[in-house]
């Protein structure tokens, strides 16, 4: 078999990590703040291993869907920075990617243990944004790593709250992990703007800048919505009243969707969409892609008429959202007296609600301010219920399916 000589030079790797290239502890961690690296670095290390030795790696995060164009999507793009792509399989339906060596990296979401469960031989494991998995799902993976020769655990994540089950198992015991904190600043390859737009969190939000400009353990201050569940239901806006989408536009941030819906005075998720860098041709498509998003109205952000535009020129029912004076204000009040249900798939969405908080001044006075970060699907919802606030229905009955 022809072999291929790989030769990456240091500098393809942030200093901070390189270190930890060749470590191969059963667990390992790399936790810090936002765009230090940590994600990229996991998939440099997971390559490199696959290279040198034949290896079986799982690729997980919670929710299946959001594989896609997260990890799988990283994994390419390092094996194509690297002239590797060309002597690997993709397989972009199956979401697998085989090297010349037999070794093999597999994507599955922590939703599906099944599938995950059907998997023999697995060598590796990379946990990404591995917050979002609950300790059960955690310890099923753990469990698949038993009598292998050499294997590792990696876990990649933002720190967001000091009450985490991974604070208290990998953090408070010593359970023997390797363990790297890193913050923006060890990614000499990050955007300024985005640099800068972590360094401004020092005066928008302590919390936000504690968990993402820091990297350190997050405590939570006066969260705006409290009054959701999360728990399983039937997504299909058939069976919901009122239903609406809220569209906020994006592209170096994400672009959020989510769709709402009403039933017995409670609002429920019924779709979600997060995406960041897509133009607006491609959002449109990703949008039209969901199930049953485009039969029912589109509340967007009103900022951007032309895209609006675009959106009614390939047949989507979208109007500008009324922002007024207070709006903000006035729409939490509204979210507040409902019960939400969200679906634990819509993990963006439950990340986001579960951190939207109040503005806080330096004497720790709360003030009746959104704190202006990861807030996409926040706002998206608000405009998603702007019907709820408009007193009498500005929308004709009838006119949309689904809306009376
Ligand atoms: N070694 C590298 N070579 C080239 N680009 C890099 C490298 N490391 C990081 N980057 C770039 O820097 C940006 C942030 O990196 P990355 O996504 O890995 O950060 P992260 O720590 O996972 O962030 P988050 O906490 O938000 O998930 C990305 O655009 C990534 O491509
Ligand atoms: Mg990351």
């Known amino acids: 078999m022809p072999t291929i000589n790989l030769n990456i030079p240091a500098g393809a790797f942030n200093p901070a990590f390189l270190p930890f290239l060749d470590t191969m502890g059963r667990y390992e961690i790399f936790y810090g703040g936002a765009g230090s690296g940590k994600s990229r670095f996991a998939a440099q ?3 490199i291993k696959a290279c040198r030795q034949r290896r079986k790696i799982l690729v997980v995060r919670k929710v299946g869907r959001t594989l896609r164009d997260s990890v799988f999507a990283e994994i390419r793009e390092v094996l194509t920075a690297w002239g590797l792509a060309e002597y690997c399989n993709v397989n972009k ?31 590796d494991i990379w946990i990404e944004e591995a917050t979002e998995l609950t300790k059960a799902d955690f310890t099923q993976l753990d469990l698949r790593l038993r009598a292998v020769k050499d294997p590792q655990l990696i876990l990649t994540f933002n720190p967001v709250n000091v009450t985490h089950w991974i604070k208290k198992h990998f953090f408070d015991q010593d359970r023997g992990a390797t363990i790297l904190k890193t913050t923006y600043q060890d990614n000499r390859f990050l955007d300024p ?30 969260l705006i919505l409290t009054n959701y569940v999360i728990e399983e239901y039937d997504t299909n806006p058939e069976y919901y009243k009122n239903v609406h989408s809220g569209l906020d536009f994006g592209f ?48 967007a952000d009103s900022a951007e008429p032309d895209r609006i535009k675009e959106f009614q020129q390939r ?20 979210l507040r007296r409902r019960k939400i249900h969200i679906h634990p798939r819509f993990v963006n969405f439950k990340n986001e609600i579960g951190a ?49």
């Open 45 to 47: 290390k997971n390559i």
């Open 252 to 299: 170096t941030m994400p672009a959020a969707l989510c769709q709402i819906g009403e039933r017995d005075g409670d609002l429920y998720v019924l779709d979600e969409l997060y995406r960041a860098k897509l133009t607006n041709q491609e959002l449109i498509d990703a949008v039209e892609a969901l199930d049953h998003v485009k039969d029912y109205p589109i509340v």
């Open 193 to 222: 703007g985005y640099r800068e737009l972590l360094e401004n969190l020092k005066e928008e939000d302590f919390y936000f800048y504690q968990v993402y400009a820091l990297g350190e353990w997050g405590t939570l201050g006066e």
């Open 315 to 334: 047949g989507f029912k979208v109007t500008g959202a009324k922002k007024g004076k207070g709006y903000k204000k006035y729409a939490i009040d509204t």
């Open 93 to 123: 339906t199956d979401m697998t990617i085989e090297l010349p060596n037999g070794s093999l990296f597999l994507f599955k979401g922590a939703d599906d243990p099944e599938k995950i469960k059907s998997i023999q031989g697995l060598t």
């Open 356 to 404: 939207w908080q109040y503005k806080k001044t330096a004497d720790g006075t709360v003030l009746e301010e959104p704190v202006e970060f990861n807030d996409h699907l926040m706002d998206a919802l608000i405009y998603a219920t702007e019907h709820l606030r408009a007193g009498p229905r500005k929308v004709k009955v009838g006119r949309f399916p689904g809306y009376w």
